[in-house]
Each structure stands twice: as structure tokens, then as C-alpha cells.
């Protein structure tokens, strides 16, 4: 259920004007702030759910390719395989 960017604002205009008017009560206070603040938050997740599923992927492998340019990797360590006779491997240590 998506919730319109306009009643939200209004909301948390009508929180803010609450914690105006308790103005003396740093507890009240409080709490309307913190409405106001999920509010901000509820907006904020709304707008990275319009971000597509590639573009969320992408920031959750931090940095790392995907797509077709993500098998690349796979593909360039196998490229460097060469026949060392009984040498295992591309360690430093293969004689």
C-alpha cells in the first residue's frame, strides 16, 4: 500500500505543530520529534523503493560488478592457467 508523500508531510506537520505547543514539556517534545523523524524515514525508504532491483543489487554487493561484466572475474582466473608439469596451481611456492 503506498502512501501518498503529501499526507505524510502533512503529518509531520501536524507533529511539529504539536511539539510546538508543548513547547514546555521536554518529554512531549520528544516524542512528536521522533514521529517526525519516522515519518522522514518512511519517505526516505518509499523513495529508494523506486530505485530498480539492478541499482539495489548493486548497492548491496558494495562495488562489485554484476551482470555480464560479473562473470568477467571467473573468466580472467581461468585465462591464466599454463602447464607446469606437477606445479598445482599459481601460488608463489609452485616449483
Known amino acids: 500500500m503506498a502512501i501518498s508523500n503529501q499526507s505524510v508531510l502533512t503529518k509531520m506537520m501536524s ?3 504539536e511539539a ?5 514539556q521536554t518529554a ?4 512528536h520529534v521522533r514521529a517526525v523523524r519516522m515519518l522522514c524515514d ?6 529508494n523503493a ?3 532491483p539492478e541499482q539495489e543489487l548493486a548497492k ?3 562495488g562489485m560488478h554484476t ?3 560479473g562473470s568477467s572475474g571467473i573468466q580472467s582466473a581461468g585465462k591464466q592457467t ?3 608439469g606437477e606445479a598445482n596451481g599459481n601460488s608463489i611456492f609452485d616449483f
Do not use: F, I, W
Open 67 to 69: 551482470g555480464k561484466t
Open 15 to 17: 507533529e511539529l505543530q
Open 50 to 52: 523506486e530505485a530498480g
Open 28 to 31: 512531549a517534545v520528544r516524542e
Open 82 to 84: 599454463a602447464d607446469h
Open 60 to 62: 548491496m554487493m558494495g
Open 42 to 47: 518512511l519517505m526516505l525508504e518509499e523513495g
Open 20 to 24: 510546538l505547543a508543548n513547547n514546555d
